[in-house]
Every structure is written in C-alpha cells, then in structure tokens.
C-alpha cells in the first residue's frame, strides 16, 4: 500500500508480497479492507512505538516532538499507509472509523500539551485546547502531504513558524 497507493493493494499484489499464499491472506482476514485496516493499524502502532511521548507533556514538548516526527517519519512507509487510508476512508465508512481512532489519540495528545502551556499563559485567555489539538494534527498532515508532493518544502521551518506564532511573546 505504501508503494502502489489503496487501490493497487490487491489481495494478490499483498500475499505476492508478503511471499505467502493468497489463501494465506483470505484465511486470516474477512476481506481485502480489513486486511488494510490491519496494516494501517500495524503503522500507526509503529509510529507510536517509535517514540512513545509521555502522556502529558508541555507545548514546548509537543513542539519538539511535532519537529521530531516530521524529520524522522514525514517520508516513512508507515505516513504513506496513513495517508493512503485517509484518502479512501471518506468512502468506507468502517475504515473512516479505524483512521479515526488514530486521529482522536494524536489530537487527545495535542489537547493535552495545549492546556498544559495554557496553563502556564503560552496562549491567550480562552484558548481552546481541543481546537487547537485538532489544528495542530491537521497542520501536521497539510504539511506531511505537501512534502510528499513537492519533496523540496521545507516543512519543518514552516512548522516552526505556525507553531511559534501559535503562542503569546511571554512563551
């Protein structure tokens, strides 16, 4: 998937792959997708393990780790895999809820390192810290998809500079 795109993933392609038997694949999985899900769950749980962050953790942290995951994993097998199943699961309702379950905990992540720093006047008073743990996951998307497009884009300092202007002076 990672290689070809979704919809080259075929049941045939994968096991060929995989160098097992095709009957290999249908025995373990109901269908093609959720042998996809399963994929997409295996790289999401590697990008986790990678470099587990501790469950709350300041802005500045948040920041740092954001700058870490696009340096080391903005081109990674496993982003294009997440990727992929997001652009098809707007079609698949049981996909959308396997992406989603990812999603929620990176933006739970975030929320976290927001209202932590709000706490501690990194951002004006009323901050949001849901919202913007949902703007900091879409950033970091936005800008992982740009580089896969144009592998020139210097995401990492646009990154920095979204996210430093996030924050008040006195941060």
Do not use: C
Request: cysteine-free; hydrophobic content about 50%; charged content about 20%.
């Amino acid at each position: 998937m990672a290689e070809r795109g979704w919809a080259a993933a075929t049941s045939r392609a994968i096991a060929d792959h995989a160098g097992v038997n095709l009957a290999l694949i249908n025995y373990h999985f109901r269908s093609k997708d959720q042998l996809l899900i399963a994929a997409l769950d295996r790289a999401m749980l590697e990008l986790s393990d990678a470099e587990a962050p501790p469950p709350r953790v300041a802005w500045a942290g948040l920041r740092k780790l954001a700058l870490e995951f696009i340096d080391v994993h903005g081109e990674s097998p496993q982003i294009r895999v997440l990727f992929e199943a997001t652009l098809h699961a707007g079609r698949d309702p049981e996909l959308a809820a396997a992406v989603r379950v990812h999603l929620d905990a990176f933006r739970h992540f975030a929320a976290h390192a927001v209202e932590s720093a709000a706490k501690q006047g990194a951002f004006a008073p009323g901050t949001d810290p849901k919202s913007l743990g949902v703007a900091v996951a879409a950033l970091l998307d936005g800008l992982i998809l740009h580089r896969m497009i144009d592998p020139q884009t210097d995401i990492a300092a646009a990154l920095r500079t979204a996210l430093d202007a996030w924050t008040t002076p006195s941060a």
